[in-house]
């Protein structure tokens, strides 16, 4: 079975940094592209950040280059979102996502609030 | 590629059949998803490639289009398909998501 576990969010200040993990199992991770995706306090969707299977390929939103950055380990079937200088803005559910199409899986997501 | 979605909301009855419209602006061939999102839930895949249902979605879903322009559709609206509905595509990256259409019952 396909499974997506993310972890690391929590209440963080304005101006202070969290790394999210996702841990992935059930699949041959290393064939597939992830994302994440984060959701705001009663609004859209949103891709944050995307990168290909085997890392070549790495996409940032405008709304985060810069802040934040997206990486993974093949060998720990694990990807991994670098987050700094947090705004209040960035407060969300980060959802970590496998590929797109007929092969996407979403985890439950972890919760960010970024407040004072 | 910006995705707009109409309508932002839809009222409708049990029983009605329901269309929501995804339009890309510009084209993107078939690559298209379409997600049910339940209130404090995890959205789900409905739909991928613009026309195939996603394993274990009621046959009541469809999915229609191509190119720039996109439906999806349920044909007897139930009781339990009250959600936020979102196309995405992925023909180039950024995969946008478009606003997101919400839907209750009348």
Redesign the interface.
């Known amino acids: 079975e396909v499974q997506l576990v993310e972890s690391g969010g929590g209440l963080v200040q304005p101006g202070g940094s969290l790394r999210l993990s996702c841990a992935a199992s059930g699949f041959t991770f290393s064939t597939f592209s992830m994302n994440w995706v984060r959701q705001a306090p009663g609004m859209g969707l949103e891709l944050v950040a995307y990168i290909s299977s085997s890392g070549a390929t790495i996409y940032h939103a405008d709304s985060v280059k810069g802040r934040f950055t997206i990486s993974r380990d093949n060998a720990k079937n694990s990807l991994y979102l670098q987050m700094k200088s947090l705004r209040a803005e960035d407060t969300a559910v980060y959802y970590c996502v496998r590929d797109y199409g007929i092969n996407s899986r979403w985890g439950q997501g972890t919760l960010v609030t970024v407040s004072s | 590629i910006q995705m707009a979605q109409s309508p932002s909301s839809l009222s409708a009855s049990v029983g009605d059949r329901v269309t929501i419209t995804c339009q890309a602006s510009q084209d993107i061939n078939k ?1 298209l ?1 379409w ?1 049910q ?1 339940k209130p404090g839930k ?2 789900k ?1 409905l739909i ?2 613009a026309s ?1 249902l ?1 394993t274990g979605v009621p046959s009541r879903f469809s999915g229609g289009g191509y190119g720039t322009e996109f439906t999806l559709s349920i044909s007897s609206l139930q009781p339990e398909d009250i959600a936020t509905y ?1 196309c ?1 595509h ?1 023909d180039h ?8 259409t919400k839907l209750d019952i009348k």
């Not at chain 2, 990256?93 to 997101?100: H, M, Q, R």
């Open positions: 690559y998803n997600y999102q995890v959205p895949l991928y490639d195939n996603a979102y995405q992925y990256l950024p995969y946008d998501f478009g606003p997101g």
